[in-house]
């Protein structure tokens, strides 16, 4: 439950620096939507590209822009994926 609220509360700082729009808990809600639907389809190389997809289709069905929805998808990717990996192959590289 944390790590949903965390995930949650990312998204919506991210998006909120992208496109401003003072409804954060329609940026939540969204988002949630999102993350649910995304377990249902777990057919992705990386955890890439279905809850990109995602947050444009339900972005677009909530009249919100859907360009911020994709850049925020991206940045929580690159938050959370890309920036630790790059640190431990650092870290691993430096140890040999």
């Known amino acids: 439950m944390l790590q949903f609220i965390t995930v949650v ?3 919506t700082i991210c998006y909120s620096a992208v496109a401003y729009i003072p409804a954060l808990v329609k940026i939540a809600g ?3 939507v ?4 995304k377990y249902f389809l777990p057919i992705t190389i990386g955890d890439v590209g279905v ?3 995602l947050a444009v289709a339900v972005f677009a069905d909530l ?3 859907t ?3 994709l850049v925020a998808a991206l940045m929580i990717y ?5 920036v630790p990996a790059s640190v431990g192959a ?3 590289a430096r140890r040999r």
Do not use: D, K, Y
């Open 30 to 32: 969204a988002w949630s």
């Open 51 to 53: 809850r990109e997809g």
């Open 67 to 69: 360009p911020a929805a």
């Open 9 to 11: 509360t990312q998204f």
């Open 63 to 65: 009249a919100m822009p």
């Open 78 to 82: 690159l938050l959370n994926v890309i």
């Open 90 to 92: 650092v870290i691993l």
């Open 34 to 37: 999102v993350l649910g639907a």
